[in-house]
T-cell receptor, first 115, second 116 residues
Framework: AQSVTQLDSQVPVFEEAPVELRCNYS??????LFWYVQYPNQGLQLLLK??????LVKGINGFEAEFNKSQTSFHLRKPSVHISDTAEYFC?????????????FGQGTELSVKP | GAVVSQHPSRVICKSGTSVKIECRSL??????MFWYRQFPKQSLMLMAT?????????EQGVEKDKFLINHASLTLSTLTVTSAHPEDSSFYIC????????????FGPGTRLTVL
């Protein structure tokens, strides 16, 4: 079985400050890892994904994440946030083999960027 | 990019009535569609996976007779909430994948269901 834990339910930060949203996963099989962003009353938009290869993954809107297999983590980072980054962020995992594409989501982290 | 639409975006209905939600892939063929449910301030929970032309696979704890899923074409899947009750009020989100179900899922904008 797979699971995802997002360690922070809310992260307040000032504009132009750096931010890290933490995500840990557990799985007995190889995994794919994802970060999604959800704006109020909207669906999810993919920020970035790790499938294989380089452990540092760059995504849209200046976000990046690093896959750390030994620590089973996939933390999301941005060096300088904007007001428009205020949203809910979800980390997700799927098995890389024969999992039928099922995504298991974390609880979400609410990023609040203040001026 | 791949676009998935949902209709309606919001629906309010009386307890005991049935509601149908449509999920469409606008510019690709969705061999697999997924239906999620999201309660306020909570994460998305997968309800079922549907493949075009076959019966949906429901997750444990999801009543298949209450949440009817039809995936009749490669661009359309529907979720019907039958005999809706206030506890069914939620945000329902679909996603679609082209080809192998492990391919990237594209998410719809969601449907807010309120049952009075």
């Amino acid at each position: 079985a797979q699971s995802v834990t997002q360690l922070d339910s809310q992260v307040p930060v000032f504009e132009e400050a750096p931010v890290e949203l933490r995500c840990n996963y557990s799985s007995s099989v190889s995994v794919y890892l994802f970060w999604y962003v959800q704006y109020p009353n909207q669906g999810l938009q993919l920020l970035l994904k790790y499938l294989s290869g380089s452990t540092l993954v760059k995504g849209i809107n200046g976000f990046e994440a690093e896959f750390n297999k030994s620590q089973t983590s996939f933390h999301l980072r941005k060096p300088s946030v904007h007001i428009s980054d205020t949203a809910e962020y979800f980390c997700a995992v799927s098995g890389s083999y024969n999992q039928g594409g099922k995504l298991i989501f974390g609880q979400g982290t609410e990023l609040s960027v203040k001026p | 990019g791949a676009v998935v639409s949902q209709h309606p975006s919001r629906v309010i209905c009386k307890s005991g009535t049935s509601v149908k939600i449509e999920c469409r892939s606008l510019d690709f063929q969705a061999t697999t569609m997924f239906w999620y449910r999201q309660f306020p301030k909570q994460s998305l929970m997968l309800m079922a996976t549907s493949n075009e032309g076959s019966k949906a696979t429901y997750e444990q704890g999801v009543e298949k007779d209450k949440f009817l899923i039809n995936h009749a074409s490669l661009t359309l899947s529907t979720l019907t909430v039958t005999s809706a009750h206030p506890e069914d009020s939620s945000f329902y989100i679909c996603s679609a994948a082209e080809g192998d179900p492990s391919n990237e899922q594209f998410f719809g904008p969601g449907t807010r269901l309120t049952v009075l």
